[in-house]
């Protein structure tokens, strides 16, 4: 049923999208830890209700990462509706959002330019994403060059 929402929320493209690359970036841990950040996750990098030492099964996970999805897909839309027809970048920018949360997209020169018009600038912004704890981190410096390279998939003129 989630994956059902998710299609009716960005499209069945970018809902295809989002159901690759966020378990690609995030991997599947089936026992919640403790991220990089010392955040309690879950599963496919969902922090909401995880507990650390939890078992978890494959079913809970992919109902978790279809719930965080369309969480996070639904303010993103919202906050630049702009994007709406545009898979690539929606897919880019959820799941950016799904990784610094929705309110710092909202605040950010990313959300401001795709807004504006400013596609190619939005997209060139990603990298900027690459930290935490104020430290550059190897993968979320990976993870934010594939978001820019999809975001710049199809670019609107």
């Not at 995030?26 to 026992?31: A, D, I, M, R, S």
């Not at 879950?42 to 719930?67: F, H, P």
């Not at 897919?91 to 018009?117: H, M, P």
């Amino acid at each position: 049923m989630s994956k059902a929402v998710l299609i009716r929320i960005v499209g069945a493209a970018a809902a295809g999208i989002l159901c690759t690359i966020v378990p690609a970036f995030e991997g599947t841990e089936y026992v919640g830890y403790a991220d990089v950040g010392g955040i309690p996750t879950k599963c496919m990098g969902d922090t909401t209700d995880a507990v650390i030492g939890q078992r978890y099964s494959e079913a809970e996970c992919i109902e978790s990462l279809e719930t965080e999805l369309i969480a996070h897909a639904g303010p993103v839309l919202k906050c630049v509706p702009q994007l709406e027809g545009h898979p690539y970048q929606i897919a880019a920018s959820v799941s950016l959002a799904y990784n610094i949360g929705t309110g710092a997209f909202r605040k950010s020169t990313i959300a401001k330019n795709f807004r504006a018009g400013r596609w190619a600038e939005a997209c060139r912004g990603f990298p900027a994403w690459n930290k935490a704890g104020g430290k550059v981190v190897q993968g979320l410096a990976n993870r934010r060059a594939a978001e820019r390279k999809l975001c710049e998939t199809e670019l609107p003129s």
